[in-house]
C-alpha cells in the first residue's frame, strides 16, 4: 500500500505527541495548580474599593471551574494569605473546596502564608492537607462583630440622621445596643462560633471538645498549631506543591499558577491596598461601606 508524503508527515507528528504526552509516564503533561488567595474574605455584596483584592466565593468557585475543567491539573494548592472576614463567605468558600474535591477526586493542599487566620482558617479545614511556615499566624477560631457609633460625629458636621423603622429591632446597632439586643447578638455570636468549631472538627478529624478549647479567638503560630494538629507540615509553597504532587500520585508536574495577570489596574489595585491605614481607620470605612455588625469570623 502507497503511502503519501502528507501521510507520512502526519504519522511522524502524532508519533512525536504521543511520546510527549507519555514520557515519564504521564508526569510531563501534568500539573498542579497554585490559586493565590489574599485578603479579606467577603461576600460579592461587600466588595467595594477597600476590599479589592480580597476574597469572595465566586473568585474561589472560579478559579475551581478552571481546576475542574483542565484534565492536565491533577492537584490543587490554595496559597492563603488572609486574616479572615465574613462568616458566611467562609462558610460558603469553604464548601465549594470540599464539594470540589468530592466531584474531581483531585487533592487539595493549603499552603499558608504569613497570615491564614480566623476565616483564612475556616476555608483551609477541608483541604487534605494544611502546610504552615513555622512563623505563619493561623488559628483564631471566634467570632466577632463590631458596632461604631457615630451620633456625635453627625453632630460635629452639623448632620442629623431620622429613622423610620418597621420591626423592633430593625435599627440595632445604629444606637447603643440594649440589653435585649445585646443578648441577641450574643447568641448570633454564639451560634456561629459552634458552626465554626464544628466545621473545625469535621474537617480536621478532631473531637469537637478539642476544638472547643483551642477555639479561644487566639492566634497559634505554624509550629504551635503542628502540635495542636491544626496543620500538618511545617513548610513553604514549594513544600506544599511536592505534597499535592505526591497525593495526586505525579511527579516532576508542571506548576500552573491562577491570577489576575494582563489586567493594567491590577498594579493600582494592589496600590491601594497598601494605602497607610490602620485597622480602626479600616474599621470605620467599611462600616461606611455596610460593614456594619455583620458578624466575622
Known amino acids: 500500500m502507497k503511502v503519501s508524503k502528507w501521510q507520512a508527515v502526519f504519522g511522524v507528528v502524532m508519533a512525536l505527541i ?21 485578603g479579606i474574605i467577603v461576600g460579592t455584596s461587600q466588595a467595594g474599593l477597600l476590599t479589592s483584592g480580597g476574597i469572595t466565593p465566586k473568585l474561589v468557585r472560579d478559579y475551581l471551574r478552571r481546576a475542574e475543567k483542565d484534565s492536565m491539573v491533577k492537584a490543587v ?19 465549594e473546596i470540599r464539594c470540589f474535591k468530592e466531584k474531581t477526586g483531585k487533592p487539595v493542599v493549603v499552603s499558608m502564608g504569613g497570615v491564614a487566620a480566623s476565616g483564612g482558617y475556616y476555608i483551609s479545614v477541608y483541604a487534605d492537607k494544611i502546610v504552615a511556615s513555622p512563623a505563619t499566624l493561623t488559628g483564631s477560631i471566634g467570632v466577632i462583630s463590631e458596632f461604631i457609633y457615630i451620633e456625635g460625629l453627625l453632630e460635629k458636621l452639623g448632620l442629623e440622621m431620622e429613622i423610620i423603622k418597621a420591626g423592633k429591632h430593625k ?8 440589653d435585649e439586643q445585646r443578648q441577641i447578638m450574643q447568641a448570633i455570636t454564639d451560634d456561629l462560633y459552634e458552626q465554626f468549631v464544628s466545621a473545625v472538627a469535621e474537617g480536621r478529624n478532631l473531637p469537637p471538645e478539642t476544638v472547643r478549647k483551642l477555639a479561644t479567638g487566639q492566634l497559634y503560630t505554624g509550629g504551635q498549631a503542628l502540635k495542636l494538629g491544626l496543620v500538618d507540615e511545617l513548610g513553604g509553597q514549594d513544600r506544599a506543591i511536592e505534597l499535592a504532587a505526591e497525593l495526586a500520585g505525579v511527579t516532576a508536574p508542571i506548576v500552573e499558577e491562577y491570577g489576575i495577570g494582563g489586567f493594567w489596574w491590577g498594579g493600582l489595585l494592589q496600590q491601594l491596598r497598601l494605602l497607610p491605614l490602620g485597622e480602626d481607620e479600616l474599621t470605620f470605612l467599611k462600616m461606611l461601606e455596610g460593614w456594619q455588625a455583620v458578624p466575622r469570623y
Open 18 to 38: 504521543l511520546a510527549l504526552s507519555f514520557s515519564g509516564c504521564g508526569a510531563v503533561r501534568a500539573k498542579v495548580a497554585v490559586i493565590p488567595l489574599n
Open 77 to 95: 494548592v490554595l496559597r492563603i494569605e488572609s486574616p479572615g472576614g465574613s462568616a458566611a463567605s467562609s462558610q460558603e468558600i469553604a464548601n
Open 171 to 178: 435599627d440595632m446597632g445604629v444606637y447603643p445596643l440594649t
